[in-house]
């Protein structure tokens, strides 16, 4: 943050604060203000000294200023300012941790109304009121201030903590102990430093056309997924988290083997058929039932499509009154994994892996594989000679990849995403080489130092890591025609190893609009760097839902309303119990949501109000009786 232009003091005691402020930063423009009227402050000892100090530097003193209705204060009126000061905040006497609390939230709500939008709100605790990990002891939640709890009613979010530093300011003197001219406790007292929070935006369909097959299609995107739609992430001059890993990998293969990245612009929808593919997606697949099709998209439109780089906006949106009429509910997710695909004539799904689309570009141009494996001077059915790609130990040198963003409707569990960036890398190989080991070790080589281990498994080798799980397969294909060649192929969630290597609290956070979180990996942080939080301590947020319902229950759907309903800030779901009515034939069912934002402000009346959508949601959409 850049200094302060200006700065706001509330609830001042004796003034020395506000007074040394004053004289080691005179080009700040400070205003100290107090509760007390002018008469009551001069009691304090120093004060008149120290309000002189102030004035003799140009600063402001108000008198008689409730620092819970600053905005009601006439001379703050219509000023904003750079930071807002609020040292050991008290009730007075001997009031209770709510009482406190209350104060703290209070203030926070009023302190919005004179902040700039860049601009801080500094409180200072003494040690173990503030309720944070910073604290030492900490204290239990219920006999804390809570402090991260209270900014957040605010729309604010505790962005650094640290120690109150008074013997720095000249001649400040602690006061105001249980409204007494006597100090508080300063030793190991920590100033909290708050930010704005971006406000929630609510999710919504977004109605995409894109051209599959050479067919234009318009269809609308689940609600919950908006917001993982064309982010281009893994653009050329991306600094995302994703892109840093993407090309780390790269660069750590190029010693090896040469890689060619697709560039062509690949749809986010597959067909049914082209899903059958690739089974390797239990059940997870979102299928789309499309608004549109038009049969005359040609050839050249289809090529200008593709000229974009593979991360760019695959998808062009439609606007509203194209889609006006067309039904809202233009999707059917959780559809039966062993649905008849050709029974369902029409039916799209959003792609759950970038494995079909990589097999068919493969397919279509079979001399991009033969490059890389055939003999000196063999030629393909036209004639032409194919230049040998050198060996490197007896293996290709050549392998191809394909990037981008996949769609999963997976269950809400800590790490489970329902989209996430893939890097999917392929190569034809002799199978003497026993190239699933060399890849395997290179791999180990470049990600065995952050965490990551490498399991032998039936078919292949899993990259694991806690505590987020499985990061990616290498596995084999036997390739059609070449019984002494087999088919390598590498899938790696590029969110989960980011998370990972840039120690990332939530993998939401990859997908966040703060400007604060991408301005830290803009020079390019290599893999190790620890990612530094904009948003400290957010505190989880439990709701307990119950509600009957019949026997045509989807959990899917479920988790598709809670994601939509609570702007994804539900991090885990638990059921808790069931029961069947053995006379009504329905089934009770006891959920435990989970609430918790590293992104933005979640304050516990935020979370309930999500909670009571959720509620709202399910009860229109698939007809549930709430408990």
């Given at each position: 943050?850049?200094?302060?232009?200006?700065?706001?003091?509330?609830?001042?005691?004796?003034?020395?604060?506000?007074?040394?402020?004053?004289?080691?930063?005179?080009?700040?423009?400070?205003?100290?203000?107090?509760?007390?009227?002018?008469?009551?402050?001069?009691?304090?000892?120093?004060?008149?000294?120290?309000?002189?100090?102030?004035?003799?530097?140009?600063?402001?003193?108000?008198?008689?200023?409730?620092?819970?209705?600053?905005?009601?204060?006439?001379?703050?009126?219509?000023?904003?300012?750079?930071r807002?000061?609020?040292?050991?905040?008290?009730?007075?006497?001997?009031?209770?941790?709510?009482?406190?609390?209350?104060?703290?939230?209070?203030?926070?709500?009023?302190?919005?109304?004179?902040?700039?939008?860049?601009?801080?709100?500094?409180?200072?605790?003494?040690?173990?009121?503030?309720?944070?990990?910073a604290?030492?002891?900490r204290?239990?939640?219920?006999?804390s201030?809570?402090v991260?709890?209270?900014?957040?009613?605010?729309?604010?979010?505790?962005?650094?903590?640290?120690?109150?530093?008074?013997?720095?300011?000249?001649?400040y003197?602690?006061?105001?102990?249980?409204?007494?001219?006597?100090?508080?406790?300063?030793?190991?007292?920590?100033?909290?430093?708050?930010?704005?929070?971006?406000?929630?935006?609510?999710?919504?369909?977004?109605?995409?056309?894109?051209?599959?097959?050479?067919?234009?299609v318009?269809?609308?995107?689940?609600?919950?997924?908006?917001?993982f739609?064309?982010?281009?992430?893994?653009?050329?001059?991306?600094?995302?988290?994703?892109?840093?890993?993407?090309?780390?990998?790269?660069?750590?293969?190029?010693?090896?083997?040469?890689?060619?990245?697709?560039?062509e612009?690949?749809?986010?929808l597959?067909?049914?058929?082209?899903?059958?593919?690739?089974?390797?997606?239990?059940?997870?697949?979102?299928?789309?039932?499309?608004?549109?099709?038009?049969?005359?998209?040609?050839?050249?439109?289809?090529?200008?499509?593709?000229?974009?780089?593979?991360?760019?906006?695959?998808?062009?949106?439609?606007?509203?009154?194209?889609?006006?009429?067309?039904?809202?509910?233009?999707?059917?997710?959780a559809?039966?994994?062993?649905?008849?695909?050709?029974?369902?004539?029409?039916?799209?799904?959003?792609?759950?892996?970038l494995?079909p689309?990589?097999?068919?570009?493969?397919?279509?141009?079979?001399?991009?594989?033969?490059?890389?494996?055939?003999?000196e001077g063999?030629?393909?059915?036209?004639?032409?000679n194919?230049?040998?790609?050198?060996d490197?130990?007896?293996?290709t040198?050549?392998?191809?990849?394909?990037?981008?963003?996949?769609?999963?409707?997976?269950?809400?569990?800590?790490?489970?995403?329902?989209?996430?960036?893939?890097?999917?890398?392929?190569?034809?190989?002799?199978?003497?080489?026993?190239?699933?080991?060399?890849?395997?070790?290179?791999?180990?080589?470049?990600?065995?130092?952050?965490?990551v281990?490498?399991?032998?498994?039936?078919?292949?080798?899993?990259?694991?890591?806690?505590?987020?799980?499985?990061l990616?397969?290498?596995?084999?294909?036997?390739?059609?025609?070449?019984?002494?060649?087999?088919s390598?192929?590498?899938?790696?969630n590029?969110?989960?190893?980011?998370?990972?290597?840039?120690?990332i609290?939530?993998?939401?956070?990859?997908?966040?609009?703060?400007?604060?979180?991408?301005?830290?990996?803009s020079?390019?942080?290599?893999?190790?760097?620890?990612?530094?939080?904009?948003?400290?301590?957010p505190?989880?947020?439990?709701?307990?839902i119950?509600?009957?319902?019949?026997?045509?229950?989807?959990?899917?759907k479920?988790?598709?309303?809670?994601?939509?309903?609570?702007?994804?800030t539900?991090?885990?779901?638990?059921?808790?119990?069931?029961?069947?009515?053995?006379?009504?034939?329905?089934?009770?069912?006891?959920?435990?949501?989970?609430?918790?934002?590293?992104?933005?402000?979640?304050?516990?009346?935020?979370?309930?109000?999500?909670?009571?959508?959720?509620?709202?949601?399910?009860?229109?959409?698939?007809?549930?009786?709430?408990?």
């Open positions: 943050m850049p200094p302060p232009r200006s700065v706001l003091l509330v609830g001042e005691g004796n003034f020395s604060f506000s007074a040394s402020i004053s004289q080691l930063y005179p080009d700040i423009a400070v205003t100290a203000t107090c509760l007390q009227t002018e008469e009551e402050a001069l009691r304090q000892g120093g004060a008149g000294s120290n309000i002189g100090a102030i004035r003799d530097s140009g600063g402001t003193v108000i008198f008689e200023v409730d620092c819970t209705k600053l905005e009601e204060c006439g001379p703050l009126q219509d000023r904003r300012f750079d807002v000061v609020f040292n050991f905040p008290h009730c007075g006497r001997k009031s209770g941790v709510k009482k406190n609390r209350e104060l703290l939230r209070s203030f926070f709500l009023s302190s919005v109304r004179v902040l700039a939008a860049d601009g801080e709100v500094h409180v200072t605790l003494c040690n173990g009121q503030g309720g944070t990990p604290d030492q002891p204290r239990e939640r219920h006999n201030w809570q991260a709890g209270m900014a957040a009613e605010a729309h604010l979010v505790l962005s650094d903590v640290r120690p109150f530093e008074g013997h720095k300011q000249q001649n003197r602690c006061t105001g102990y249980r409204s007494q001219d006597k100090g508080f406790h300063v030793e190991k007292a920590l100033v909290h430093m708050f930010t704005r929070s971006l406000p929630y935006k609510p999710p919504h369909m977004l109605g995409l056309e894109e051209v599959v097959e050479g067919v234009k318009q269809y609308k995107a689940p609600a919950e997924l908006c917001d739609i064309s982010r281009n992430c893994l653009c050329s001059d991306s600094v995302h988290p994703a892109k840093l890993v993407h090309d780390f990998l790269l660069q750590g293969l190029a010693d090896k083997w040469s890689v060619s990245m697709v560039t612009c690949l749809p986010f597959l067909t049914a058929k082209q899903l059958q593919t690739h089974c390797d997606v239990d059940g997870t697949q979102y299928w789309i039932n499309t608004l549109e099709k038009d049969f005359s998209c040609d050839a050249q439109t289809c090529r200008d499509r593709g000229q974009r780089h593979l991360d760019a906006p695959t998808a062009t949106c439609v606007s509203s009154d194209r889609l006006r009429g067309r039904g809202c509910e233009g999707f059917s997710s559809c039966s994994a062993d649905a008849d695909p050709e029974g369902e004539k029409g039916v799209y799904v959003l792609r759950p892996s494995l689309q990589m097999e068919e570009i493969l397919t279509k141009d079979v001399k991009i594989m033969s490059a890389g494996s055939s003999d063999e030629k393909d059915d036209g004639g032409e194919h230049e040998q790609v050198p490197c130990n007896g293996l040198s050549l392998l191809f990849g394909i990037s981008g963003v996949v769609f999963r409707n997976v269950p809400i569990s800590l790490w489970a995403a329902p989209a996430f960036h893939q890097l999917l890398l392929t190569g034809l190989f002799p199978s003497e080489s026993e190239p699933i080991k060399m890849f395997a070790h290179k791999l180990e080589t470049l990600l065995g130092p952050h965490g281990s490498l399991v032998t498994e039936q078919g292949g080798v899993h990259l694991n890591a806690q505590p987020m799980g499985l990616g397969k290498i596995f084999t294909n036997s390739v059609t025609g070449r019984h002494s060649q087999i390598v192929t590498v899938s790696v590029l969110d989960l190893l980011a998370v990972l290597l840039f120690s609290p939530d993998w939401r956070l990859l997908w966040s609009h703060d400007p604060r979180f991408l301005e830290q990996f020079c390019h942080l290599p893999p190790g760097t620890h990612y530094r939080p904009f948003c400290l301590f505190e989880p947020i439990s709701f307990d119950s509600f009957w319902t019949g026997p045509a229950w989807e959990e899917k479920f988790f598709s309303v809670v994601r939509e309903a609570s702007h994804g539900v991090e885990q779901v638990q059921l808790l119990d069931t029961f069947s009515h053995p006379d009504l034939s329905q089934t009770s069912y006891c959920y435990r949501l989970t609430y918790h934002s590293h992104t933005h402000a979640l304050s516990h009346t935020r979370a309930l109000q999500f909670h009571k959508h959720v509620e709202t949601l399910l009860s229109s959409r698939m007809q549930v009786t709430i408990r």
